[in-house]
């Protein structure tokens, strides 16, 4: 029961999150990434604490599992998804995770994000060749 719930408690803590940080406002978002014009730099915060509390995570978890590592190559399909990504991002204000939970309250913009995120993944898994060796290795 519980490798049910803490996923369920994991999820809904990160949503309220996003909620409260304001990352579900795409105006909030795009005058984020607005550096040269209106710049609001309040995200940088959340951006901030969020690697407060990460980090120390990440840390334990490496020197409890040094075996522990994701390793890929940098490659043409990670530069052009991550231009995708960022354009995106810029362009509708979201990001997945904000985009999930946007939807989940109905908005007509957030569902659009998501219908096209799904739409992304499934044409990026069809290009994809079927030997992942080049896709990031997790070792335990």
Do not use: H
């Amino acid at each position: 029961m519980l490798k049910l719930l803490s996923p369920l408690f994991s999820g809904l803590i990160f949503g309220i999150g996003l909620l409260l940080s304001g990352m579900t406002n795409p105006s909030k978002v795009q005058g984020f990434l607005d550096i040269g014009g209106a710049w609001d730099p309040s995200l940088a915060l959340v951006m901030g604490g969020a690697v407060c509390v990460a980090l120390p995570v990440f840390q334990w978890v490496i020197r409890r599992e040094p075996d522990r590592r994701v390793s890929a190559p940098i490659d043409g399909k990670l530069l052009l998804g991550s231009a995708l990504f960022g354009v995106g991002w810029g362009l509708s204000g979201y990001c997945p995770g904000p985009a999930l939970v946007v939807a989940a309250r109905g908005s007509a913009s957030a569902l659009g994000y998501v219908a096209a995120m799904a739409v992304g993944m499934i044409v990026a898994g069809r290009l994809g060749s079927s030997d992942r060796s080049g896709a990031a290795q997790v070792s335990k």
